[in-house]
């Protein structure tokens, strides 16, 4: 399989990304991502033997590939050297410090309290429902500013 050289724009396939996750406690999961950390529901679909699934809007999904450095750079400045698990779902929002407390009211474990990071974010980390490992992320710089601070160029969207 060829690779498209860098600098071109792919050609978009992908329509939407999904995470799907499997949950034992669907009821407590759906008020925690719904309810709490405020995921309006898309659907909603029942089947037989109390099949069941909600379909929550999250935004912009991204898919965030790091490698072993990058994550270990990333549990140092996060979580205090916490490592994270393979698979760990990040929610930008608009303020970290409350809806962290939020969310730790409502069933989650604090692994790291909300820290400013140095790319200009304030960054928590959380045991979640469903046996997630949540980052939320407050940006406190656009894009654009937090790249030129930076030096590095980041290829954008097309």
Known sequence: MSQEPR???PQTRVKQLRLV????DFDTALAFY????????????????????AILDAG??????????QTKMIDAIEADRQPSARI??????????????????????LVAAPTETPWRSI????????DL????????EPASTRQAQSGRSVRQMR
């Open 88 to 109: 760990r779902v990040a929610f930008e929002v608009d303020d970290s410090s409350e809806t962290t407390a939020a969310l730790v009211e409502n069933g989650a474990a």
């Open 7 to 9: 600098n071109s724009a």
């Open 21 to 24: 996750v499997q949950v034992e």
């Open 133 to 140: 490992e949540v980052t939320l992320f407050q940006e406190l």
């Open 34 to 53: 719904r309810d709490v950390l405020g995921l309006p529901e898309r659907a909603a679909f029942e089947g037989e033997d109390d099949a069941r699934v």
């Open 123 to 130: 960054n928590s980390r959380l045991h979640a429902p469903a």
């Open 60 to 69: 912009q999904a991204t898919l965030e590939l790091a490698n072993p450095a």
